[in-house]
């Protein structure tokens, strides 16, 4: 347990400091998250231990829908609170889905004005998509990665493969080892166990 303790502390720390880099300099001494969700039937997958170490780290952390948002012209609010940074984990599936596209549109704005730090924002639905585990563990993209990279992704990363036409062969012979998930969801959502 000492260990896992040691590791989830790196962890955090590496987290903390990249939300950090993400993070304009604001004159409140606790900067305010707000972590936000768009689907309201959406549960709490993991988010807590973000948001503790966010808390840890000194920001101060609210949650909620992103719909409950009230944005003006001089930034965006939450429970009559101003809101400082938007942190959200959605995918974009879900944002067309939930959010009107033009609360996407006025965040961005207010980010690009500096006013409000928005990340997480749908770009990221590139980054998040879980196909990209294919390029890392895929023999045919091993020439992009030294051998000590190939090494730890070899130690680390599950053999993925997006399932097409042309490998349902494989999957079909592979599937009571198979574990399928949808690429743009998170969760447990939509995850099926190849041999149940």
Not at 89 to 95: G, I, L, P, S, V
Request: with cysteine; proline share 3%; net charge negative.
């Amino acid at each position: 347990l000492v260990a896992l303790g040691d590791c989830l502390g790196r962890l955090s720390s590496a987290w903390l400091a990249a939300f950090g880099d993400l993070v304009r300099a604001h004159t409140a001494d606790r900067p305010h998250v707000f972590e936000g969700i768009a689907d309201r039937a959406d549960i709490d997958t993991g988010r807590r231990f973000f948001v503790d170490m966010l808390r840890g780290g000194g920001y101060a952390v609210s949650c909620g829908l992103m719909s409950d948002l009230t944005i003006t012209d001089s930034g965006v609010f939450h429970a009559g609170q101003q809101i400082d940074v938007i942190f959200t984990m959605y995918t974009w599936y879900e944002a067309r889905r939930h959010l009107p596209a033009e609360l996407t549109a006025a965040l961005i704005e207010l980010d690009n004005a500096g006013l409000v730090d928005f990340i997480g924002s749908p770009d990221s639905a590139l980054f998040d998509n879980k196909a990209n585990l294919e390029l890392l563990s895929d023999h045919r993209y091993r020439s992009y990665f030294t051998a000590d990279e190939c090494a730890v992704l070899d130690r680390h990363v599950p053999s993925t493969f997006r399932l097409t036409e042309d490998n349902l062969d494989r999957a079909l012979a592979d599937q009571p080892d198979l574990v399928c998930k949808p690429s743009s969801a998170y969760g447990g959502k939509g995850l099926l166990f190849g041999g149940a």
